[in-house]
């Protein structure tokens, strides 16, 4: 069975840090590129960030209003991504998805962590 | 790259077809054909219905259809069904290698 699973998600005050997974299960995870994706409460979908495939060079790309705060990372021995988010801002709260793929499609999702970043 | 423009909402009867426009621009929707259609229903996790401006993946409906013309993308949805009431968003590459959504549909079955 094929499946994404994001942990970590919680409350945090401003300027604070949070770290979430996103377990993988049922395909290959190294062979893929792996984002995120975020969704404010009410609001629609936002594209977070991305990293590439180990013979892809592992790349990350980021959208602006991360970049510089978030890191996307992954761990093929564990089949896991994750999300680094530093410097947090209320701005940040939302549902957080990881997604397979990136550029042509997101093929598949989990079904999100929630961040709330709130003093 | 700011977000795609798409209408907040659109609405038909069961049976009928409807089409919602996604807009962007020359750096986006107009330079690859990279465009993808998502659909979610409230409290679920998003669903490709389309992938590379106009491919169904496998177990899509095939009245789910897309295509593009310049900046403008359109997903065209025939022979509506109450289980196509949902939130549909579209989304493009960027020549900023991002990844831009639009803000996201509201098609109502009647």
């Known amino acids: 069975e094929v499946w994404l699973v994001e942990s970590g998600g919680g409350l945090v005050k401003p300027g604070g840090s949070l770290r979430l997974s996103c377990a993988a299960s049922?395909?290959?995870?190294?062979?893929?590129?792996m984002s995120w994706v975020r969704q404010a409460p009410g609001k629609g979908l936002e594209w977070v960030g991305r990293?590439?495939?180990?013979?892809?060079?592992?790349?990350?790309d980021y959208a602006a209003p991360v970049k510089g705060r978030f890191t996307v990372s992954r761990d093929d021995s564990k089949n896991t991504l994750y999300l680094q988010m530093n410097s947090l801002k209320t701005e940040d709260t939302a549902v957080y998805f990881c997604a397979t793929g990136d550029i042509n499609a997101f093929t598949m999702w989990g079904q999100g962590t929630m961040v709330t970043v709130s003093s | 790259h700011s977000a795609l423009t798409q209408p907040a909402s659109v609405s038909g009867s069961p049976g009928q077809s409807i089409t919602m426009s996604c807009t962007g621009t020359s750096s986006d929707v107009g330079a690859y054909n990279y465009v993808s259609w998502y659909q979610q229903h409230p409290g679920k996790a998003p669903k490709v219905m389309i992938y590379d401006v106009n491919n169904r993946p496998s177990g899509t409906s095939n009245r789910f259809s897309g295509s593009k013309s310049g900046n403008t993308a359109s997903l065209t949805i025939s022979g509506l069904q109450a289980e196509d009431d949902a939130d549909y968003y579209c989304?493009?590459?960027?020549?900023?290698?991002?990844?831009?959504f639009g803000g996201g549909t509201k098609l109502t079955v009647l």
């Open positions: 989304c493009s590459y960027t020549s900023g290698s991002t990844v831009v």
């Open positions: 049922g395909f290959t995870f190294s062979d893929l590129w």
């Open positions: 990293i590439k495939r180990k013979i892809d060079g592992e790349t990350t």
